[in-house]
Structure formats: C-alpha cells, structure tokens
C-alpha cells in the first residue's frame, strides 16, 4: 500500500516544509474532493487486501459516514453540482482515520513474516 515517500524529509526540515506547506494547502484545495464532501482517506484505492481489512476494522460510525460521504459525492458528480460551502469538508475536518489502521496492518505483516522467516537452531 504504501510507497516511499518525501514527507519526512520535508518536515524535519523547518524551511522546506515552511516552503512546501502552502504548495501542499493550495494542491489539496484544487483537487476537489473537498467541495464534494469527500477527506482525503476517501480516495484510497479499496482493491487492495490491507485496505479491505482496515475497511473491515473500522468503527461503526465512522465506516457509516465514510459510505454517506462517498454515496454524496457520486450524487454530486452525476449531478454536475458541488456542494455548499457550510456543507463542504473543511481543511480541519479532513484528518486522516484509515491510514492509521492500514499502517497498523502493514505492521502485523511485516511481523508476520519475520516471525515466519525465522529459524530455530538448536544448541550444541
């Protein structure tokens, strides 16, 4: 699921991120998704296992409201609407909920599978 990334080059370095900050709050609000109500844990691509399982692993309330904000959004789209503002995700509400238990996931593998690699050697 997850592929390298800059992010933590760029925030331990106080004048990059002062730098790429504003780029990055100008990107999020052009893409859109936020003006159909959408958080950007909203657009992870579901086909993958790990995502499935987070998917699963999800409060109630949470995966409720995940499927009314992706059932809205396709309701806008084939609409050709946006939503009102009062309605829109705002920068504040668009915190991340799935990463959390994907990385989570990602972690149980990994550890699985040093688990699974390893060898018992018996003492001599």
């Not at 238990?101 to 550890?111: G, L, S, T, V």
Request: glycine content about 2%; aromatic content about 10%.
């Amino acid at each position: 699921m997850s592929g390298p990334s800059l992010a933590p080059y760029i925030m331990r370095r106080p004048w990059l991120r002062s730098w790429m900050m504003p780029f990055a709050k100008w990107y999020a609000n052009a893409s859109g998704y936020r003006r159909l109500g959408l958080r950007a844990d909203d657009l992870i691509p579901e086909e993958n296992d790990t995502v499935q399982l987070a998917l699963k692993r999800l409060p109630p309330k949470e995966a409720y409201d995940r499927v009314f904000r992706l059932r809205r959004a396709f309701q806008c789209s084939l609409a050709h609407q946006l939503l009102p503002p009062e309605e829109q995700t705002k920068p504040e509400e668009d915190t991340s909920y799935l990463k959390p238990i994907i990385e989570e996931i990602e972690r149980e593998y990994k550890e699985m599978a040093d688990l699974e690699s390893m060898t018992i050697q018996k003492r001599k």
